[in-house]
């Protein structure tokens, strides 16, 4: 899952962006207002973390702009401020969370797969398809009930693919969804990855659009 964090903190911001990483996030990290608005504007990213207290252009004024122009980035507001105000304004804008710092990282962490589980219409933590069941929080995949063993880019490209269950992704946007600024990533890494996970869960489970990209069988079956 790709993360967007905006924190002009050197310190608070190398720390959220290593932690998050450590529990299995992709994070991309910005120090700027106006770094933020263009990335928004990529539409790459899972979700945003964004603090208000920023330079060049602040924190409000980039949701503000990034919901005029129909981003709809869920965007968790990170601020140091404890005015209800500030808060209030934040989600009236656009905003679909808050916490205060000190941010404790599992709360960021479970609000942030919160914020991205209901952005798919997705009600629960655990996701389901067939036999094969997926628990982000514990990053662990069930076939049958049983264990499976996936690779930390296995992982979230079944995560991706059942989040948007139906959907068909192209190469490019899974990529964009699974790598990091600077990542060096093979041209057929996406298909290396989705054969490791039909081997591993069943060949049926995923299925090739020729010419377009990768989408979840509706009817999965239990092989």
Same mark, same amino acid.
């Given at each position: 899952?790709?993360?967007?964090?905006?924190?002009?903190?050197?310190?608070?911001?190398?720390?959220?962006?290593? +932690?998050?990483? *450590?529990?299995?996030? /992709?994070?991309?990290? $910005?120090?700027?207002?106006? #770094? @933020?608005?263009?990335?928004? %504007?990529?539409?790459?990213?899972?979700?945003?973390?964004?603090?208000?207290?920023?330079?060049?252009?602040?924190?409000?004024?980039?949701?503000?702009?990034?919901?005029?122009?129909?981003?709809?980035?869920?965007?968790?507001?990170?601020?140091?401020?404890?005015?209800?105000?500030?808060?209030?304004?934040?989600?009236?804008?656009?905003?679909?969370?808050?916490?205060?710092?000190?941010?404790?990282?599992?709360?960021?962490?479970?609000?942030?797969?919160?914020?991205?589980?209901?952005?798919? +219409?997705?009600? *629960?933590?655990?996701? /389901?398809?067939?036999? $094969?069941?997926?628990?982000? #929080? @514990?990053?662990?995949?069930? %076939?049958?009930?049983?264990?499976?063993?996936?690779?930390?880019?296995?992982?979230?490209?079944?995560?991706?693919?059942?989040?948007?269950?139906?959907?068909?992704?192209?190469?490019?946007?899974?990529?964009?969804?699974?790598?990091?600024?600077?990542?060096?990533?093979?041209?057929?890494?996406?298909?290396?990855?989705?054969?490791?996970?039909?081997?591993?869960?069943?060949?049926?489970?995923?299925?090739?659009?020729?010419?377009?990209?990768?989408?979840?069988?509706?009817?999965?079956?239990?092989?």
């Amino acid at each position: 899952m790709r993360i967007l964090l905006v924190e002009d903190d050197p310190l608070l911001g190398d720390g959220l962006r290593s +932690g998050l990483r *450590q529990l299995g996030f /992709q994070v991309d990290w $910005v120090r700027a207002g106006d #770094a @933020a608005e263009r990335e928004l %504007r990529a539409g790459s990213y899972a979700a945003a973390v964004l603090d208000l207290g920023l330079p060049m252009k602040g924190g409000l004024d980039v949701l503000a702009a990034a919901r005029s122009q129909s981003i709809t980035t869920p965007v968790l507001i990170l601020t140091a401020r404890d005015a209800i105000a500030d808060r209030i304004r934040g989600l009236d804008l656009g905003a679909d969370d808050y916490v205060a710092k000190p941010v404790d990282l599992h709360e960021l962490a479970a609000r942030l797969r919160a914020l991205v589980r209901r952005a798919h +219409g997705k009600p *629960q933590e655990r996701l /389901q398809l067939g036999g $094969v069941s997926l628990d982000p #929080a @514990a990053r662990a995949v069930t %076939r049958d009930g049983v264990d499976v063993v996936l690779a930390q880019r296995e992982f979230d490209l079944l995560h991706v693919l059942m989040l948007n269950q139906g959907r068909v992704l192209s190469r490019e946007q899974l990529q964009q969804r699974l790598y990091r600024w600077g990542e060096e990533v093979d041209s057929n890494a996406v298909d290396v990855h989705i054969h490791h996970l039909r081997r591993k869960l069943g060949q049926e489970l995923i299925q090739t659009v020729r010419g377009v990209g990768y989408v979840l069988a509706r009817g999965a079956s239990r092989q």
